[in-house]
T-cell receptor
Framework: ETGVTQSPTHLIKTRGQQVTLRCSSQ?????VSWYQQALGQGPQFIFQ???????GRGNFPPRFSGLQFPNYSSELNVNALELDDSALYLC??????????????FGPGTRLTVL | KNEVEQSPQNLTAQEGEFITINCSYS?????LHWLQQHPGGGIVSLFM???GKKKHGRLIATINIQEKHSSLHITASHPRDSAVYIC???????????????FGQGTILTVHP
């Protein structure tokens, strides 16, 4: 196990609702990245937080937003849920300086289903 | 064309066989990651490399920066190696892709006893 935890493990929502997913990073890590993985696809980068600031964003609309807290845990918020948002949401923590040139430690993921 | 391409997409092997999974990318990178994903979703980082070769147990990863190509090798494969293997790259510092990983579509490996 990596020491990165995510909650909840599974979630079912309906279209139009809002959802908050949570990630606790591994001890000593100050960077958290979020990824969306649709069924049968590779993960897609959503955004990264380094020391509480957004430090890079992928091609996701503004209704995907995030936060990082002083203890480096993080939240992913998705507003106005759409059916295509159904996916596995993964977070990964790493140490030192942002970017993705450090080993990424992944959490187990949150499986979101939008009906 | 995706920035990161893996081959093969599916690979079936008998226990004990030597396995190679390939990854080609089309952009300049600062690092390349090899990841393993088991059913249920959990992802484990196997290697991060920016040049040369790394070895861990039965796993070997190589990268050729000039050819924009990396390979993951598994020696003496075992059924517990069955998983999805994913290659991901991080763009160059100063570029728009720095700070994010771009993933390949994954290679599904099944090792039969």
């Amino acid at each position: 196990e990596t020491g990165v935890t995510q909650s909840p493990t599974h979630l079912i929502k309906t279209r139009g609702q809002q959802v908050t997913l949570r990630c606790s990073s591994q001890s000593g890590h100050n960077t958290v990245s979020w990824y969306q993985q649709a069924l049968g696809q590779g993960p897609q980068f959503i955004f990264q937080y380094y020391r509480e600031e957004e430090n890079g964003r992928g091609n996701f609309p503004p209704r995907f937003s995030g936060l990082q807290f002083p203890n480096y845990s993080s939240e992913l918020n998705v507003n106005a849920l759409e059916l295509d948002d159904s996916a596995l949401y993964l977070c990964a923590s790493s140490r030192g300086g942002g970017g993705s040139i450090d080993t990424q430690y992944f959490g187990p993921g949150t499986r979101l289903t939008v009906l | 064309k995706n920035e990161v391409e893996q081959s093969p997409q599916n690979l079936t092997a008998q226990e004990g066989e030597f396995i190679t999974i390939n990854c080609s990318y089309s952009v300049g990178i600062s690092a390349l990651h090899w990841l393993q994903q088991h059913p249920g979703g959990g992802i484990v980082s196997l290697f991060m490399l920016s040049s040369g070769k790394k070895k861990h147990g039965r796993l070997i990863a190589t990268i050729n920066i000039q050819e924009k190509h990396s390979s993951l090798h598994i020696t003496a494969s075992h059924p517990r190696d069955s998983a999805v293997y994913i290659c991901a790259v991080c763009g160059l510092a100063g570029g728009t892709s720095y700070g994010k990983l771009t993933f390949g579509q994954g290679t599904i490996l099944t090792v039969h006893p």
